[in-house]
C-alpha cells in the first residue's frame, strides 16, 4: 500500500476529468487511423505496414491544399472558413485512396496467393519507399507545416467548470491586484522617461523598479494560477473536439458502408471466406479495392485533422508512430473487428493519458504495449475479436 | 519415434566442437592483443568517462594513432543525417558546408599546398550507428578530419571512432558537454548545454523574475534530456524551484496529458527543451489548455527555425530562445554569409545548423591553411590552437578551451517579425569559476 | 566415414577462416572491419530469427530485443564489475559476457515465449514488437545505463573472430537441428501445430526451446557488438532493425539457413556499397531527379513483364530466360524514354540527388522486387551441402527436399 502510495504522489485528482477527456479525444485519432488497418486485415489478413505512409501522404496533400488555397507560409489571407477545411479533408481523402488503391493493385495483389509473411515484407518495403523516395521529392528542410491561419478554431477553447474554486482563492488574487498595477505602472512610467533602454539591460534604479514589479506581479499570477487549478474544469480545445466529431461522423458513415450497402455485405463475405465469397459471385478484386479505398481515406482524414488542428510540422515519417499506434490500437480490439478498433483506439488513449496523469509520462509510448500484452494474454484474440485457430 | 528414444541431444554435437573452437579463437585473439596494439584484438580504455560521468576538460586523452596524410588531394569528411528523421539539420549543415567550401575554393584557387581540398559528405541516415559507419568510410578513405554531426547522441560514436585514429572531429550543433571529453581530438563550433542551459536559466530567474519552473523534456533526444538537466540544475541553484518534469518523444503529435499535468502545478515558467518540430505544438496545445500568457515558454538553440511561428503561431510569440546567433545582427560576417546563402540556395537558411556547418567547415580550412603539415595530426593542433575565428556564429576561440569554444548566447525573443534580440550573455558572466562547466558537471548523467 | 569427414573438414575450414579474418585484417580499414563484423553478427541474427519463425513457423518481429538485452548487459556488467573482478583478460571476459548476454536474452525469450503459447500469428508479432519496444524505452529511461544518449562499455574488446564463430557456431545448431531427429517435431509444429500435437510433440517446449535458442544467440551477438562499438545507444535496436532482420529471414526462404546467410550477407552489405558508389569525376555520385523517377518506373516495367513472363509463358526455359533479358531491355528503354520526357519538368531536372540518399530507396526498391520476382525467398526452402555443389557439377536434376516451406 504505502509503494503503491509512493508512486502516485504528487497526482493532481483535479486534473482526472480533463485527462480523461484528453485520453477520448487522442483515442479517437487512434481509432480513426486503426480502422484502415483492421479493415485491410479483416479482408486480406494482411498488415498493411504502408498505412502509415498513406497517412504521411495525407498530410502533405493537405498542406498543399492549403498552400493552394492561399495559405503558403509568406502570404496570408485573413481568417478561413470551415469549407477550406472540408476542401483540404476531401482532397487528402481522394489522394490517400487513390494511394492506397494503387498500392493494393501493385504491391500486395502480385503477392496473394504467396505466403502472407511475403506479403508482409511488401509492406515493409513499400513503407520504406514511400518514407525515402517522399523525402527526395517533398519538401522536408525546414519540416513544412500547414498554417495555422487555415485553422478558424485556433488557439480555441471551450471552459466547463465542474467545481467552483473556494472564494477565498479568488479574494486572495483580488487582494493582491493593486499592488501589482501600482508596481506595473511605476515600471512602466519609468521605461516611458527612458526610451532607449533594453528591458533586460536596465541601470540600477529601473532594475529595482522591474524586479518590484516582477515580484508582485508573479505573486499575483500565482494567486490566479492558484484559483485556476483549484477547481476542476473540463478545457476543451475546439479544433480537437471538431476532429472528434469528425472522427464520429466518419466512422458512423463507414458502418452504414459495411453493414448496410451491397458492397458492405460483400465486403464481409469475403473478410469472412474469402475463397468462398469469390465462389458465390463476389467479385473479390473490387471488394479489397473498396476496402482499401475505405481505410485509406480515413487514413488521409485523420491525417488532415491532426496536421491542421495539432500543427505538427510534416516529414516522410510522419506516419510511422501514429501508424505502430493504431496499429496496437486494432490488434487491442481484435484485430479485423470494426468495432474493436474504436474500442482499442479509445482504450489506448484512455490508457496513455492515465499513466501521464500518474506522473509517468517518459513511460507513454510503452504503456500501449503493456495494455495489449495483458489484454492478449487474457484474451489472445483481442478484446472483440474471435480466437479461432489460425496459421501464419 | 525415435525421438523419443534418443536421450541425449545431437544437435548439440557440433555445436560443442564450435565451442571449443570459439574458446581456441579467443586466446587466439588474447595474444594479439597483448603483443600487438593498434589492430583488432587490442584492449581500449578510451573515453572511459563519456556518457556516464563528467569530467573536467584537463583529462581529454590524447590521441595516440598517426591520423591521415594528405594524398595528391586534401579530403574533408563530413557527417550529415541526409535521411531520416533529423533531415532538416542534416541538410542545412551539408548545405553550409558546401557553401565554405565553394568558398574557400573561390578564395584559394590552388588549394592548400598545392594540393585541392575536396569536401565529402556522408549520410548517417539519422542513426547513431550508420553515422560511425559514414565516419569510418570517410576516414578510410583518407579524410583529414571529420566535420559533424549535428545531434549529440551520432557525434558521440564518430568521436569514438575517430580517437582510435587520430583524426580531428569537428562537430557542429552537438552541444552535450561531455562529448569533448571523449578525447582531444574532439572540438565543436557551438557553445554546450552547460553553457546554455543556465544562460536561460538565469534569464528566467533575474531578467523574468521567475520562480517555479516547469519542464518539457524530449526523452528520445540526448540533447533535449542534457539540456533540461542543465537547466534544472542551475535553476536550482540560483533559487527557483523546478515543480514538474513531464517528458514526450519525438514525433508526437498530441501533449495535451503533459499539459494538463503541467499546469496542475502551477509553474510561472515552462522551459521546452525540445527541437522546434515539437516545440510549436506544444506552445499551441499549452495555450489551448489554458496555460496563460503570463507564463513565459523558454528554450534552447534547437527552437531555431523560421518555421516555429509556423507551428506555434501566436501562441509562441512573446517566448524566448536561446540562439547561437541572429539572421538580423549587423555584425558583417553574418549578413554577409546570408547574402550568399540566397544566392546560392534561393532561400533562407531553415534551420541554424546552416551557420554552424559553415562555420565548422570554414574554421577547419583556415585551420589546415596554417597546419606545420597536410596531415591529421598537425591539423589537429591547428585546430585546437584556433584563436578569435570570426565565425557566422560569434568568435570561435578553442586554444586552451578543451575542445569547447567559450562563445557568447544570445537570447531572442521570438515576435511577429520574427527573432528580436534581447540579451547577450558572455561565458564569465553565467559561468564563475574558471575550471569550466563545474556546477553541472556532476548531474550530467542521463 | 565420408559423411563425418566432410562435415570436420567444413568445420575445420570455417574456424580457420575466422582465425585468419582476425589474423589477416592488416590491409583492412576500421570501415572494412565493421562492415565485416555487422555482416557476421547481422547472420547471427538473421539464423537465430529463422530458428523461431522459418524453422518453427512462429512469428516474431522483434528480435532486436533480445540484441539488445545482450549488448546492454553486457555493456552494463563491463563498465560496473571488469575491473572488479580477478581475472583482467578482456577475451575471457568477453566469452563469459557472451554466456551472461545470451542467459539474459534467453530469460527475456521466455518471457516472450510464454504468452506465445497462447497467442498466434499475428497476436504474436505485435506482442513480440511491443515487447521490443518496451525494453528500448525502459532502457531509455535508465540513467545508469546512459539514457538516450547511450552507453560507453569500457574497456571495449574487438573481435573478429568470436563473431564469425558465434555466427557458424549458430548456423551449425541450426543446421543440426533441422537435419536430425530433434529437429522434426519443429518442423511438426510449424506445419501444423494441432495434427503434430496429435501425433505426441510436446508443442509447448518446441516453441519455447525455439525462443530460447533464438534469443540466446541474439543476446550473444548483442554481447558481442557491445564490445566491438564501445558505444551503445537505445536507438540501435529499434523497431527498424527487427524489420530488417525480419527481411532477411523472409528474403532469404523462410526456413532456409543458408538464405538467412546470404540475405543477411547482402542486405547488410548494400546499403555501405551504395555508401561508396562514386561518379566519374571521383565525387560521390549524384543522381538528377528526374533519373531517379525514370528508374523507378523502368523498374516497375520490367517486373511488371517478367512476372507476365513468369506466370503466363510455360515454353521452353531457353525461351524464357529470353524473355526475361527482354524485359530487361524494355526496361532500359523506358527508362530512356521516360527520363528523356521527364527532363522537361523544371523541378526534377535541376535536382541533383547525392548518391547517399537514394541509398534507402534503392534498398526499399530491392526488397520490393526480389518480393515480386520470387515470393518464396531467393533460395525458398533450399539449402547448401556439399552434395548439392557436387550435383551442380555433374547436371542431375535436383530433388525436392521432403519438408517444404
Aim: one cysteine or more; a positive charge.
Amino acid at each position: 500500500m504505502t509503494i503503491a502510495l509512493h508512486l502516485v504522489a504528487g497526482v493532481e485528482f483535479n486534473t482526472l476529468p480533463q485527462q480523461l477527456v484528453n485520453g477520448v479525444l487522442l483515442g479517437a485519432i487512434y481509432a480513426l487511423i486503426a480502422l484502415g488497418y483492421t479493415m485491410v486485415y479483416g479482408v486480406l489478413r494482411l498488415i498493411n505496414f504502408a498505412h502509415g505512409e498513406v497517412y504521411m501522404l495525407g498530410a502533405y496533400v493537405a498542406l498543399f491544399t492549403s498552400y493552394f488555397l492561399g495559405f503558403r507560409p509568406d502570404q496570408y489571407p485573413t481568417g478561413s472558413t470551415v469549407a477550406n477545411l472540408l476542401i483540404m479533408l476531401l482532397a487528402s481523402m481522394v489522394v490517400c485512396s487513390l494511394v492506397g488503391v494503387a498500392i493494393e493493385r501493385f504491391a500486395y495483389r502480385p503477392m496473394r496467393g504467396h505466403s502472407r509473411i511475403a506479403s508482409l515484407i511488401t509492406a515493409i518495403g513499400v513503407s520504406l519507399l514511400l518514407q525515402y523516395g517522399g523525402a527526395l521529392f517533398l519538401p522536408t528542410s525546414p519540416p513544412p507545416s500547414i498554417s495555422e491561419k487555415v485553422n478558424p478554431y485556433y488557439g480555441q477553447s471551450k471552459t466547463f467548470a465542474l467545481a467552483k474554486p473556494s472564494p477565498a482563492l479568488a479574494q486572495e488574487a483580488e487582494k493582491l491586484r493593486p499592488a501589482t498595477e501600482s508596481a506595473k505602472a511605476s515600471y512602466q512610467a519609468w521605461l516611458s522617461t527612458h526610451p532607449d533602454a533594453n528591458e533586460f539591460e536596465l541601470p540600477a534604479d529601473g532594475k529595482a523598479l522591474k524586479t518590484t514589479a516582477q515580484d508582485t506581479e508573479r505573486k499575483y499570477q500565482d494567486a490566479k494560477h492558484k484559483l485556476d487549478t483549484g477547481g476542476v474544469n473540463l478545457i476543451i480545445q475546439t479544433g480537437q473536439a471538431v476532429m472528434l466529431i469528425a472522427t464520429v461522423v466518419l466512422m458512423g458513415i463507414l458502418t452504414y458502408l459495411v453493414l448496410f450497402t451491397k458492397a458492405g455485405r460483400a465486403m464481409r463475405a469475403v473478410a469472412h471466406a474469402f475463397d468462398s465469397a469469390a465462389l458465390m459471385g463476389v467479385n473479390v478484386n473490387s471488394i479489397v479495392t473498396f476496402t482499401f479505398v475505405l481505410g485509406s481515406a480515413l487514413a488521409g482524414a485523420g491525417a488532415m485533422m491532426t496536421a491542421t488542428f495539432l500543427g505538427t510540422p510534416l516529414s516522410t515519417f510522419y506516419g510511422l508512430a501514429p501508424g505502430v499506434k493504431a496499429f496496437v490500437a486494432a490488434v487491442l480490439g481484435g484485430i479485423g473487428n470494426i468495432p474493436g478498433a474504436v474500442l482499442g483506439g479509445l482504450l489506448m488513449g484512455l490508457a496513455e493519458n492515465t499513466v501521464v496523469w500518474l506522473g509517468y509520462s517518459n513511460y507513454r509510448d510503452a504503456i500501449a504495449f503493456i495494455v495489449l500484452i495483458i489484454v492478449l494474454l487474457f484474451k489472445p484474440g483481442g478484446l472483440m475479436g474471435s480466437s479461432k485457430v489460425e496459421k501464419v | 519415434m525415435r525421438v523419443k528414444t534418443m536421450r541425449r541431444i545431437p544437435y548439440l554435437n557440433f555445436s560443442a566442437l564450435a565451442a571449443l573452437a570459439v574458446l581456441a579463437g579467443c586466446g587466439c585473439g588474447n595474444n594479439a592483443g597483448t603483443t600487438d596494439t593498434g589492430t583488432t584484438g587490442t584492449t581500449t580504455t578510451t573515453g572511459t568517462t563519456a556518457g556516464t560521468t563528467g569530467t573536467t576538460a584537463a583529462k581529454r586523452p590524447m590521441p595516440t594513432a598517426p591520423g591521415n596524410t594528405a594524398g595528391d588531394k586534401i579530403i574533408l569528411g563530413m557527417v550529415a543525417s541526409l535521411n531520416g528523421d533529423l533531415k532538416p539539420w542534416g541538410e542545412d549543415c551539408k548545405k553550409g558546408g558546401e557553401l565554405a567550401m565553394e568558398e574557400f575554393k573561390k578564395a584559394n584557387p590552388n588549394g592548400i599546398g598545392g594540393k585541392p581540398v575536396q569536401l565529402v559528405v556522408s549520410d548517417s541516415n539519422s542513426a547513431a550507428e550508420q553515422g560511425k559507419s559514414a565516419a569510418e568510410k570517410l576516414i578510410s578513405d583518407g579524410s583529414l578530419a571529420i566535420i559533424g554531426e549535428v545531434a549529440s547522441g551520432i557525434t558521440a560514436q564518430i568521436a569514438n571512432a575517430a580517437f582510435e585514429k587520430g583524426i580531428p572531429v569537428v562537430a557542429v550543433g552537438a552541444t552535450r558537454t561531455d562529448l569533448t571529453d571523449i578525447g582531444a581530438n574532439v572540438f565543436r563550433v557551438c557553445y554546450t548545454d552547460d553553457f546554455q542551459g543556465p544562460v536561460m536559466a538565469k534569464f528566467a530567474y533575474e531578467e523574468l523574475g521567475k520562480k517555479r519552473v516547469g519542464l518539457i523534456t524530449d526523452q528520445k533526444q540526448p540533447y533535449s534530456t542534457g539540456l533540461s538537466n542543465s537547466f534544472r540544475d542551475f535553476f536550482v541553484k540560483l533559487g527557483g524551484t523546478v515543480v514538474d518534469e513531464e517528458f514526450y518523444n519525438s514525433k508526437d503529435t498530441q501533449f495535451s496529458g503533459q499539459l494538463t499535468n503541467l499546469k496542475a502545478k502551477q509553474p510561472d515558467v515552462i522551459f521546452m527543451s525540445g527541437y522546434f518540430t515539437e516545440t510549436g505544438p506544444l506552445a499551441r496545445q499549452a495555450r489551448e489548455q489554458g496555460i496563460g500568457k503570463d507564463v513565459e515558454l523558454l528554450g534552447g538553440d534547437g527552437w531555431d527555425s523560421s518555421e516555429i511561428l509556423t507551428t506555434g503561431g501566436d501562441a509562441i510569440l512573446g517566448s524566448f530562445f536561446c540562439n547561437h546567433y541572429n539572421n538580423k545582427e549587423t555584425r558583417p560576417e553574418v549578413g554577409a554569409f546570408l547574402n550568399k546563402w540566397k544566392a546560392k540556395y534561393h532561400s533562407e537558411p531553415g534551420t541554424t545548423m546552416g551557420a554552424l556547418g559553415y562555420d565548422a567547415t570554414m574554421m577547419t580550412l583556415e585551420a589546415l591553411k596554417t597546419a606545420a603539415s597536410l596531415d591529421s595530426k598537425a591539423l589537429r593542433d591547428s585546430i585546437d590552437n584556433v584563436e578569435n575565428f570570426p565565425g557566422v556564429s560569434g568568435k570561435i576561440t578553442l586554444k586552451g578551451m578543451g575542445g569547447n569554444p567559450h562563445k557568447r548566447a544570445l537570447v531572442v525573443k521570438l515576435t511577429k517579425q520574427g527573432q528580436a534580440f534581447a540579451k547577450a550573455y558572455e561565458w564569465e558572466q553565467v559561468i564563475p569559476t574558471s575550471g569550466g562547466p563545474s556546477t553541472t558537471s556532476t548531474t550530467q548523467s542521463q | 566415414m565420408k559423411f563425418w569427414g566432410i562435415r570436420f573438414v567444413s568445420i575445420i575450414i570455417a574456424i580457420v577462416a575466422c582465425l585468419a579474418l582476425q589474423a589477416f585484417e592488416g590491409g583492412r580499414s576500421d570501415y572494412e572491419q565493421r562492415i565485416i563484423v555487422l555482416i557476421g553478427l547481422y547472420i547471427t541474427l538473421a539464423v537465430s530469427l529463422n530458428l523461431i519463425n522459418g524453422i518453427t513457423g512462429q512469428f516474431s518481429i522483434g528480435h532486436a530485443a533480445f540484441y539488445q538485452v545482450g549488448a546492454y548487459l553486457t555493456g552494463f556488467l563491463t563498465v560496473t564489475y571488469f575491473a572488479k573482478q580477478p581475472i583482467h583478460n578482456l577475451g575471457a571476459w568477453l566469452i563469459l559476457m557472451m554466456v551472461v548476454g545470451a542467459l539474459g536474452a534467453a530469460i527475456a525469450g521466455l518471457i516472450v515465449g510464454l504468452p506465445s503459447l497462447r497467442l498466434r500469428g499475428d497476436y504474436l508479432a505485435i506482442v513480440t514488437l511491443g515487447f521490443g519496444e518496451i525494453i528500448r524505452i525502459i532502457v531509455q529511461n535508465q540513467r545508469i545505463l546512459g539514457g538516450s544518449y547511450g552507453m560507453n562499455v569500457a574497456p571495449k574488446y574487438k573481435s573478429i573472430a568470436l563473431v564469425w564463430m558465434l555466427a557458424i557456431f549458430c548456423i551449425a545448431v541450426c543446421r543440426n537441428l533441422l537435419k536430425t531427429a530433434h529437429g522434426l517435431p519443429f518442423l511438426a509444429v510449424r506445419e501444423d501445430e494441432v495434427a503434430s500435437s496429435a501425433m505426441g510433440v510436446n508443442v509447448t517446449r518446441v516453441k519455447v526451446t525455439a525462443f530460447l535458442l533464438g534469443s540466446a544467440f541474439a543476446g550473444a551477438a548483442g554481447a558481442l557488438l557491445a564490445h566491438f562499438e564501445g558505444f551503445i545507444t537505445p536507438t540501435t535496436f529499434g523497431m527498424d532493425v527487427s524489420f530488417i532482420i525480419l527481411t532477411m529471414v523472409v528474403l532469404g526462404g523462410t526456413g532456409s539457413i543458408t538464405g538467412s546467410v546470404v540475405a543477411a550477407a547482402l542486405l547488410s552489405y548494400l546499403p555501405e556499397y551504395l555508401r561508396g558508389l562514386k561518379g566519374p569525376d571521383g565525387q560521390a555520385l549524384q543522381i538528377a531527379g528526374y533519373n531517379v523517377v525514370a528508374w523507378l518506373i523502368a523498374v516497375g516495367v520490367a517486373v511488371a513483364l517478367i512476372r507476365w513472363a513468369i506466370n503466363n509463358y510455360h515454353g521452353p526455359k531457353a525461351k524464357k530466360y529470353g524473355l526475361y533479358v527482354g524485359a530487361f531491355l524494355v526496361g532500359f528503354v523506358v527508362r530512356y524514354v521516360t527520363s528523356f520526357g521527364l527532363k522537361f519538368i523544371p523541378g526534377l531536372a535541376a535536382k541533383l540527388i547525392p548518391v547517399d540518399q537514394v541509398r534507402m530507396l534503392i534498398f526499399a526498391v530491392a526488397l520490393i522486387v526480389i518480393m515480386l520476382l520470387r515470393p518464396q525467398g531467393i533460395f525458398a526452402h533450399h539449402e547448401f551441402s556439399w552434395s548439392w555443389v557436387r550435383r551442380l557439377f555433374t547436371r542431375r536434376p535436383v530433388p525436392q527436399t521432403a519438408v517444404s516451406a
